[in-house]
């Protein structure tokens, strides 16, 4: 019967051989060249950054007092109020004034004086510090028992309370309740939380709201003319950005690109229900906005943008105010700032019979001082009472506010990275078909270990290096998720796999199933005969 078996099974061969190939070259070969490549991604190193503890930054704080000769009290006390501080690592030394010092402080008649002098000195070299300077009483008349310098100086008198030196150092200098607030957020929100606040913030084109940038900004500065056959209005905007805007810039942890432009013919369309003037409200100029806001060149940006415009209202609007703000100037939340310059009074007398068009020259110094206002208030300089903070140097910002602005940042930019890994591996581990190239898991590990290098620089109390490491991580981890390999299949459902592969498969597959459901019959027919 076997050799009946073997007879018929001839007649089957090339089936056989057909059905040999298929199964043991044809499959593998099939799934080797279909399946996806996916690189190995480090995934619980991505999932410990939404465990991690939250990051003490270290500050040095040096207290230079009398206090260190004689009861020296000030200082452990001071030390068990920084203790309690979940923020910062706080390292205090102290010491007595050298007699250079102390003559510095004797020969000048001004807190200013001192500033400029022996606070500069003591902040050279010292990024991230802060000194706690005694001085006489009578230099601080006017102003609290403890004040801030714009270097990295704080004054106090001797009689000052330690509460109250430390509640303008971790208050107001280092924003303590600031950072806590913002990293608590940040733990307290789960995971699903945290990729929605993700996609909102993407959807939001990386605006200011919550000053988020990756460490570059577009800053447009407009000159809005809406009846150049009235006034000829003239700028002097290269000087002024030298001279007033650049120096400013350049002191914050940013790269900022500056433009500007004068738009003619462009209205704010306010509306006009009296003659003489008008009067709006900042609601009224944040609407009026949206009518001028796609000729902006920012828009053409893939980079947060800082929009500062100068309007020159309608001679039948003019003058134009704005409601509580005596400079005529307004902050746009996440957008940038408005500032009216009126150069006509319809109500002055001596306006009437007024030629024109009429030539107007901007006082440039008087837009920059607005400018750098609005531009702290935009990049998050929070402003300081009048009584707690010398007042501002021709610079606009404090070092100690710059030495904060490396610490929110870095900090922001943790949080940014961690949210922005820990979205990209979900979506990589929820479509399992996606291809994950090389290329992403490199940027995914380089943004892993300058994140862990920043981190590590911001418990040292190196806080330049700890910014910039948390600038690059959060470059890589954006470049990582915005790859364009995974858009490409990012989504691709399995429903669209059968359309492709069952015209393909079910012409060839059918006759073999069918030859193999022949054979098997031959061979239990042979058993049943023997």
């Known amino acids: 019967m076997n050799a009946i078996l073997l007879e018929k099974l001839k007649d089957k061969a090339a089936a056989l051989s057909y059905v040999f190939i298929l199964l043991i070259l044809g499959l593998p070969l099939w799934w080797q060249t279909t399946t996806v490549y996916r690189a190995n ?18 500050v040095n704080i040096l207290l230079i007092t009398e206090d260190a000769i004689n009861t020296h009290k000030l200082g452990p006390h001071l030390q068990s109020i920084f203790l309690n501080s979940e923020v910062y690592d706080v390292e205090l030394s102290v010491r007595t004034p050298s007699e250079s010092e102390q003559k510095a ?24 510090w802060i000194v706690l300077l005694e001085v006489p009483g009578l230099v601080l008349e006017g102003m ?107 002191k914050f942890p940013l790269q900022v690109s500056v433009n500007s432009q004068v738009l003619y013919l462009t209205d704010f369309k306010l509306k006009q229900t009296t003659e003489g003037g008008l009067e709006v409200t900042g609601e009224q100029i944040g609407l009026a906005l949206n009518h001028v806001e796609s000729l902006l060149n920012s828009q053409s940006s893939v980079n947060p943008a800082i929009n500062l415009i100068i309007y ?12 509580d703000s005596p400079s005529g100037s307004f902050v746009v939340p996440r957008w940038g700032g408005v500032l009216v310059y009126n150069y006509f009074d319809s109500n ?36 300081v009472e009048d009584t707690r903070a010398l007042p501002l140097n021709a610079d606009g910002v404090r070092l100690w506010e710059i030495d904060y602005q490396h610490r929110y940042r870095s900090l922001e930019n943790y949080l940014e990275t961690a949210s ?41 109390g190196n806080l330049v290096e700890g910014h910039s490491g948390s600038q690059e991580a959060i470059q890589q981890a954006e470049a990582a998720f915005f790859d364009p390999s995974l858009l490409a299949l990012l989504y691709f459902p399995d429903d669209q796999k059968y359309a ?17 459901k022949s054979i098997v019959k031959l061979m239990k027919s042979n058993e049943k005969l023997d």
């Not at 008649?109 to 500033?115: F, T, V």
């Open 41 to 58: 991604l480090p995934y619980t190193e991505i999932e410990d950054l939404t465990q991690q503890s939250n990051i003490k930054q270290k």
């Open 420 to 460: 922005t890994l820990y979205s990209l591996s979900s979506l990589l581990g929820q479509i399992s078909n996606i291809v994950i190239v090389e290329d992403i898991a490199r940027r995914v590990e380089n943004a892993l270990s300058a994140l862990k290098s920043s981190v590590e620089n911001l418990e040292t």
């Open 500 to 516: 492709i592969y069952v015209p393909y498969f079910v012409p060839v597959g059918l006759p073999i199933l069918l030859s193999i």
């Open 105 to 128: 402080i004797k020969s000048v008649d001004s807190l200013a004086d001192i500033d400029a002098t022996l606070g500069k000195e003591l902040s050279v070299n010292r990024v991230g």
């Open 144 to 250: 609290d028992s403890v004040v801030a310098g714009n270097h990295r100086t704080v004054y106090f008198e001797k009689s000052c309370k330690a509460e109250d030196i430390a509640g303008l150092v971790m208050d107001v200098m280092l924003g303590e309740y600031t950072l806590y607030q913002e990293w608590k957020t940040w733990q307290s929100s789960g995971h699903q939380d945290r990729q929605s606040e993700l996609a909102r913030r993407r959807q939001e084109g990386g605006q200011l709201a919550r000053k988020k940038t990756t460490g570059h900004i577009d800053l447009q500065l407009s000159l809005l003319v809406p009846e150049p056959d009235m006034v000829i209005a003239h700028w002097d905007i290269q000087n002024a950005v030298e001279a007033y805007i650049k120096p400013f810039l350049e």
């Open 348 to 383: 002055d007398p001596q306006f009437h019979g007024a030629k024109f068009p009429t030539k107007l020259t901007l006082d440039m110094e008087k837009i920059a001082g607005v400018w750098l206002g609005q531009l702290r208030t935009l990049l998050g300089v929070a402003n």
């Open 312 to 323: 020159i209202p309608r001679i039948t609007q003019s003058p134009l105010t704005i409601k």
